[in-house]
C-alpha cells in the first residue's frame, strides 16, 4: 500500500514463464508486471505466444516453469482465488447458445456473487452503450459474432474484475462499439483494475495502452510504458523495424553457412576463393551477432 493506502503491488506478476510443447518453447523466460490503473498491450505476430501466455495467465492452460500471480495470488496453487478476482475475453468466444443473452449473463453474476442490484444497473449501463439491450431476450444461436463479443464482454465486467484480460477484443466489433469498450477499459483502470490485452491493430494499443509489451518466438523484444517503447516512432515502425531486423539477421547467418561450406569444399583451392569477399562475410557476421544479441529482455527494455 502506498501513503494513501491505494495497492501499489503488480495486479499481475509473470516472472519467468515457460511453456512448450513437443521440442517448441512456444513462450520462454517471459517476465512483466501489470500495475494497478495500467491498460497493457501484448503484441506479436501470429505464433509468437501471445495466446498461449494469456491461457496460462487465466488457467485455462497450465506452464511448465516460471510462476503467475494475480493480486498476489499463485495461479499454480490458488487458481480459485485467482478466477474470482479475474475475467477473461478469449478471441473466439464460445457462448451457451440455448441460452438468452440476459440469462447468460445473470449466470455469470450468479457465479461471481453479484447481487441483483448491481448486475441489473451494470448490465443495463452496459448494454445500452453497446447497442445489445433489445436483444438480451434472444436466444444466443440468433446472435452474430459481433453480438457475442459484446455479450461476453458485458459479462467480464459485471463483477468489475481486478484484472481483465482480453484476447483480441475489437475484432467483429463495429466502430460505435470499438469506441465504447475502449471508453469501458479505461474507465475500469481509472477505478484501479488492471487491463491485459493482446491485438494486431497496433495504432489501437499504441493510443490506447499506457503499457506494452512485444514478443517474437516467444521471447519479450520490448517491454514497458508505450512512450518509451514507441520513441520518436509509431509502435507500427517499431513493430516492423524489429521484424526486419530478425529477418536480415537471418538472412546473415545463412549466407555464412552456405559460403562457409563452399570454401570447406574448395579444399586447398584457398581460403578466400570464389564467393563472397571477404568484408561482406563479416559484415553478415556482424549482422547474425547483432541478432543474436536481441533475445529475451524483461520488461523496460527493447531490444
Do not use: W
Request: glycine share 12%; hydrophobic share 40%; proline share 3%.
Amino acid at each position: 500500500m502506498d501513503a494513501k493506502g491505494e495497492r501499489t503491488a503488480p495486479v499481475l506478476s509473470v516472472k519467468q514463464v515457460v511453456k512448450t510443447f513437443g521440442e517448441k518453447r512456444a513462450v520462454n523466460g517471459v517476465s512483466l508486471e501489470v500495475m494497478p490503473g495500467d491498460i497493457f498491450g501484448f503484441v506479436g505476430h501470429n505464433g509468437a505466444g501471445k495466446t498461449t501466455l494469456i491461457r496460462a495467465i487465466v488457467g485455462v492452460a497450465g506452464f511448465d516453469e516460471g510462476d503467475i500471480r494475480i493480486v498476489g495470488q499463485s495461479v499454480r496453487t490458488d487458481a480459485l482465488a485467482c478466477k474470482r478476482v479475474c475475467a477473461y475475453v478469449p478471441d473466439n468466444p464460445d457462448v451457451y447458445e440455448f441460452l438468452t443473452g440476459i440469462q447468460y449473463l445473470n449466470y455469470i453474476s450468479d457465479v461471481f456473487e453479484v447481487p441483483a442490484d448491481t448486475r441489473r444497473e451494470r448490465i443495463r449501463a452496459y448494454a445500452d452503450r453497446l447497442g445489445l439491450t433489445s436483444a438480451l431476450g434472444d436466444l444466443v444461436s440468433s446472435y452474430s459474432h459481433g453480438m457475442r463479443q459484446k455479450l461476453v464482454l458485458i459479462g467480464a465486467l459485471v463483477h468489475d474484475p481486478a484484472l481483465l484480460v482480453l484476447d483480441e477484443p475489437f475484432v467483429g466489433l463495429d466502430p460505435e462499439a470499438s469506441f465504447h469498450v475502449k471508453e469501458m477499459l479505461r474507465e475500469l483502470a481509472g477505478r484501479g483494475s488492471a487491463v491485459f490485452f493482446s491485438s494486431h491493430v497496433l495504432e489501437v494499443v499504441e493510443k490506447l495502452c499506457n503499457k506494452v509489451a512485444i514478443i517474437k518466438q516467444g521471447e519479450l523484444r520490448a517491454c514497458g510504458p508505450t512512450s518509451e517503447v514507441v520513441g520518436d516512432e509509431s509502435l507500427e515502425d517499431v513493430f516492423l523495424d524489429m521484424i526486419e531486423r530478425d529477418v536480415q539477421g537471418a538472412r546473415g547467418a545463412d549466407g555464412m553457412r552456405g559460403i562457409d561450406d563452399a570454401h570447406r569444399a574448395q579444399g586447398s583451392q584457398g581460403a578466400h576463393g570464389a564467393g563472397e569477399p571477404r568484408e561482406g562475410r563479416e559484415v553478415d557476421a556482424a549482422r547474425a551477432s547483432r541478432s543474436a544479441q536481441t533475445g529475451r529482455t524483461g520488461c523496460g527494455r527493447r531490444s
